[in-house]
């Protein structure tokens, strides 16, 4: 018995072999301050792209909303959203889910739209620190199945 405790001892007083190491750097410590909102519209291949909109910062998931519903702007990207003059979004945040109110009806928006929506909110909420897993609850003004969905973006995992 005492030869294990010597021998458990020892390893102990051996440790695992690590050597400490000096500082490593690793660049530059993030500022704080943002480019912008990243928004997603779709490509001529119709496929989801993000697109950089300059503000100088992050910005909150209602801000992006509208600046998507206000659409593409002068770039070569297109939209499965219906233009709409009202662009304000109700957003909730619960646990684990992101409730977006549009000012929307479900035939105003393709399934690639409702996509654009979906991956906006998520990627804002993850640009300022929450979690991937979040899901996206998309409400239209008209009564539809489709509202009651929580979903992900096919772009961000």
């Not at 990243?38 to 910005?59: C, M, N």
């Amino acid at each position: 018995m005492k030869r294990i405790w010597w021998a458990a001892v020892v390893l102990l007083l051996a440790g695992c072999g690590v050597q400490p190491s000096g500082v490593t750097d690793a660049g530059q410590a993030p500022t704080g301050v943002a480019p912008g909102m990243t928004l997603y519209f779709v490509d001529a291949h119709q496929r989801l792209r993000p697109q950089l909109r300059p503000s100088g910062h992050l910005g909150t998931i209602s801000e992006a909303m509208s600046w998507l519903l206000a659409g593409p702007g002068g770039s070569n990207l297109h939209t499965g959203i219906a233009s709409n003059s009202t662009t304000q979004v109700v957003v909730t945040t619960t646990p684990g889910v992101i409730r977006l109110r549009v000012p929307l009806a479900i035939y105003e928006v393709t399934p690639l739209g409702i996509d654009q929506i979906v991956c906006t909110a998520l990627g804002v909420n993850v640009q300022s620190g929450g979690s991937r897993t979040m899901k996206v609850q998309v409400i239209f003004t008209t009564a539809t199945s489709e509202s009651a969905k929580q979903r992900t973006c096919p772009l961000i995992r």
